[in-house]
């Protein structure tokens, strides 16, 4: 299983960025992504998270849903997080981490420990 993040960099506040996240060595159908973020000095929290199998997706909250995108490529080997309006507080590393799950139904996490392989991260800096 491989992760790799890119996308990274540093804006201003208000400005936007896409991360990317590259897939390979899995069987897509029987995972769900998820995006977290880590400042420094706090802990790691989840940011939002998708199923591969049919794009259902959910954010940590109302504010990140209204300004954040989850998506993937119709072969669902990269997943995507768009970001847009961001804010100061946004100022992170970003990871993408596999969850698996069995059978039809997916149990969406937002608990690090509930997801399996991890990116490296990629920095993002917002500016005032």
């Known amino acids: 299983v491989q992760l790799v993040e890119s996308g990274g960099g540093s804006v201003q506040e208000g400005g936007s960025l896409k991360l990317s996240c590259a897939l390979s060595g899995f069987r897509f159908e029987d995972y769900a992504i998820g995006w977290f973020r880590q400042a420094p000095g706090k802990a790691r929290e989840g940011v939002s998270t998708m199923a591969l199998r049919d794009g259902k997706a959910y954010y940590i909250d109302s504010d990140v849903q209204e300004r954040f995108t989850i998506s993937s490529t119709p072969a669902k080997n990269t997943v995507y997080l768009q970001m847009t309006s961001l804010k100061v507080e946004a100022t992170a590393t970003y990871y993408c981490?596999?969850?698996?799950?069995?059978?039809?139904?997916?149990?969406?996490?937002?608990?690090?420990?509930?997801?399996?392989?991890w990116g490296q991260g990629t920095r993002v800096t917002v500016t005032v």
């Open positions: 981490a596999t969850q698996r799950f069995y059978g039809h139904t997916w149990f969406y996490e937002w608990e690090p420990s509930e997801y399996d392989d």
